[in-house]
């Protein structure tokens, strides 16, 4: 199946979005309020967006490496600097960042492995 750049990248920032409603969900942001949740939305974009620069994901925008893990890699690593600096009382909590690489990891690198059958080996 072939992924056009922009597929791809609609895939990621749903996977983006879905990563902080579920978090805003599980520790109730809501009740600091759509500017809080709209703070974490810039960092993970801005995020998203230096990751597939870095990856030049827009060449090969299905290929799980080193597209997929650049991408995965560089949002994390932007994602969770920018939300520590820039989002009131975020911070640094390790506990974040294990969830943010794992969950990140699992879809901006999942669908990717799915997206694309492993080749056959002649022989």
């Keep these: 199946m072939t992924v056009t750049w922009g597929r791809a990248l ?10 902080l409603l579920f978090g805003s969900r599980a520790h109730d942001s809501a009740a600091e309020g759509s500017g809080h949740l709209a703070a974490l939305g810039a ?12 990856g ?11 597209t997929g893990v650049i ?7 932007v994602g969770v600097t ?13 506990a974040f ?15 990717r492995a799915l997206a ?3 080749r056959r080996r002649a022989g």
């Design 43 to 54: 960092c993970f974009a801005v995020a998203l967006a230096v990751g597939w620069g870095a």
């Design 71 to 77: 991408v995965w890699l560089v949002t994390v690593a």
């Design 82 to 94: 920018l939300r520590g600096l820039l989002v009131p009382g975020a911070g640094f909590a390790p």
């Design 97 to 111: 960042l294990a969830v943010a690489t794992g969950f990140l990891g699992v879809t901006l690198v999942g669908w």
């Design 56 to 66: 030049r994901a827009w060449r090969a925008p299905a290929r799980l490496w080193p």
């Design 10 to 19: 609609a895939y990621d920032v749903v996977v983006v979005f879905v990563f």
């Design 116 to 118: 694309v059958p492993p």
